[in-house]
């Protein structure tokens, strides 16, 4: 088909430049293409505005998805596992000792109010600095080493409340003691 039309073209090109456009035409092209000029930047800018829109969309959701997988993460905090498992395992049995001591110590609580309070207020210290630990162990350069300062500090805060026991059995043999002297006098 374009063969044949350039065929024609060629064969028909006198006929074609002995017509001549009107002078009028060439005015009337120009002032359509001013108006059309004029109209089409009003559609160039809503179809900017549109492009714009999706792409800021596009970064929105891209925000999103990144503040929700870092929320995510540090919800997650991080886990001890990863660092050392061994170490894990300890803290893991650390706490479930300290868990056990810390219930055997509420239980003489209603006898000896005072001094629950005073091996309380110890236990507090410690466990404060234990949580400082671990809050220091998601930003500390050395992680291990922030981990074996946590179970140091599990270790001695189930031995001071093992202590604590220790000094409340006595406590309450002495009372018994005490109470079965009386009793033979």
């Known amino acids: 088909m374009g063969e044949r039309l350039e065929k024609f ?3 028909n090109r006198k006929e074609f430049d002995a017509l001549e456009v009107p002078e009028l035409l060439w005015e009337n092209l120009e002032k359509e293409l001013n108006r059309a000029e004029k109209a089409r930047p009003i559609q160039d800018r809503v179809i900017k505005l549109k492009v714009l829109f999706r792409i800021a969309a596009g970064i929105a959701i891209v925000l999103a998805a990144g503040i929700c997988f870092l929320s995510y993460q540090k ?3 991080l886990e001890i596992s990863n ?3 061994e170490l894990a395992r300890q803290q893991v049995h650390y706490a479930s000792i300290i868990k056990e001591r810390r219930n055997e110590l509420k239980e003489i ?3 000896e109010p005072q001094l629950y309070q005073e091996f ?3 236990i507090k210290k410690l466990d404060a600095n234990y949580q400082k630990l ?3 162990l998601e930003t500390s350069p050395n992680q291990e ?3 074996k300062a946590m179970i140091r500090n599990l270790k001695v805060q189930a031995q001071v409340l093992h202590q604590q026991l220790e000094i409340f059995e006595q406590v309450e043999q002495l009372k018994k003691d005490e109470y079965n002297e009386n009793k033979d006098i």
């Open 109 to 111: 609580k209603k006898e």
């Open 134 to 136: 671990k809050k220091d």
């Open 145 to 147: 080493e922030t981990l």
């Open 83 to 85: 660092i050392n498992p």
């Open 120 to 122: 309380s207020s110890e």
């Open 75 to 77: 919800k997650k905090g």
């Open 9 to 11: 073209i060629k064969n």
